[in-house]
Each structure stands twice: as C-alpha cells, then as structure tokens.
C-alpha cells in the first residue's frame, strides 16, 4: 500500500511569511499527527488529528496549526514565521485497534524540510 | 508530567556485537513506549511499542525492548549489530489515555564499528 505522502519536500520562506504543509495517510488511517524535529529541541509533538478533530496538542504558539479533511489528509499552517522555525516536519498517520490486544501501525512520511531566512 | 531520558548521545558496538541502547522515563500513570529509528536524510520508524501487555517487546528488524517497571527502564537490545543498524534511535513515552502528548528522548546515534 501506498506510503505517507508530504508535500512540498522542501520549502524556503522569509521571516514573516505563512506555509501550509500537505501529508496525505494511509489508507484507512484516521489519525494524522505532525511533528518538528530541530537539531537544538529535538523531536517534539505538535498535534494530533482524528476523523477530523483535534484530539491533542503540543506546546506550541498559536502561529502553528493544523486541520484534517474528511478524506484524512492533513494540513499545518505556521503563520508570520520565525527564524527558529527552520526545522523538518513529519507527519505520522496511524491506526489503533479497538479490540484487544488493541493492534497499533504507525507510519511516517519523509518530512518536509523548511528553512525560514 | 512525563519524561523520558536517553542515556548516551552516541555509542559505538562492533558488527556482530550486542546493541543496548538505554533508556528511563518518568510517568505518574502506566506509560506507553516506544522507540523508534531514524536513517539518515529519512522520516522516523516505529521499531515496537509497548502498551502494558507483554513486558518483553519484539520489534522489526530482529530488536526488542524490555519494559521494567521497578526500574522505570524501557532499553532497546539487539543480539548481533549489522552495519544496517547504524541510524539514530528515539525512545518516548505517552500514556494509556491517548489524550497525553508523546515525549520523545534527545535520541541516541548508533554507530557501527567494522
């Protein structure tokens, strides 16, 4: 089946300006959720996302944001970027099984690198 | 609140040798973990999990994890290290609730020694 798709791969924007980040799940994934990664902070959780619903936030200003679409694909929107937003962002979709022994298969997409100059 | 702490930033095995990648969390509620692999200029793999059922925890590409309760300890062993191995290795801890956010550690690289 297909993978985690991101788009775009790469991005440059200047201080001040917005981007929106695509990530398209797995096929029968409901869950998406984002993630930054930076060399000083390290990995950290930005949201989750569930049959539309926000189910879970990170500590992150209101700048970052996202939202999910009835088909599952994922959307974040960081807004009047900083310099220290420069970092790869991954997007996770997943699925966790109702019944016991609850299955659990989490995917991640490639990221998307975005350098703010 | 949770936390989760690597211990080593970098460690080196010889091919063939045991990989023990450390690590210790802090939960006030039975946690889940997970630990996961990074390659390099690549997105993250879930390597296992662990969601309170066995405390041993096999994984893909031959690792697993015992979880320890008395010793709040979570560590990722491998029998016999590949060069394939060498990537970087983040342990993390959520809980049981889902609605808790996942920590994840600094993260450990993995070097492989010929």
């Known amino acids: 089946k297909a993978g985690v798709t991101q788009t775009p791969r790469y991005l440059i924007k200047t201080r001040g300006q917005q981007v929106t980040l695509s990530c398209s799940p797995i096929s029968g994934h409901r869950s998406v959720s984002w993630y930054q990664q930076t060399p000083g902070q390290g990995l950290q959780f930005l949201f989750e996302y569930f049959s539309e619903t926000q189910r879970n936030k990170g500590n992150f200003p209101g700048r970052f944001s996202g939202r999910q679409f009835s088909n599952s694909r994922s959307e974040m929107n960081v807004s009047t970027l900083e310099l220290g937003d420069s970092a790869l962002y991954l997007c996770?979709?997943?699925?966790?099984?109702?019944?016991?022994?609850?299955?659990?298969?989490?995917?991640f997409g490639p990221g998307t690198r975005l350098t703010v100059t | 609140a949770q936390s989760v702490t690597q211990l080593g930033s970098h460690v080196s095995v010889s091919e063939g040798a045991l990989v023990l990648l450390r690590c210790n969390y802090s939960s006030s509620v039975p946690p889940y973990l997970f630990w996961y692999v990074q390659y390099p200029n690549q997105g993250l793999q879930l390597l296992l999990k662990?969601?309170?059922?066995?405390?041993l925890v096999k994984g893909i590409n031959g690792f697993e994890a015992e979880f320890k309760k008395s010793e709040t300890s979570f560590h990722l062993t491998k029998p016999s290290a590949h060069m394939s191995d060498a990537a970087e290795y983040f342990c993390a801890v959520s809980s049981p609730t889902r609605d808790d956010k996942i920590i994840f550690g600094k993260g450990t690289r993995l070097h492989i020694l010929p």
């Open positions: 996770a979709s997943s699925f966790w099984g109702t019944v016991a022994p609850h299955f659990y298969e989490q995917y």
């Open positions: 662990y969601t309170s059922a066995a405390t």
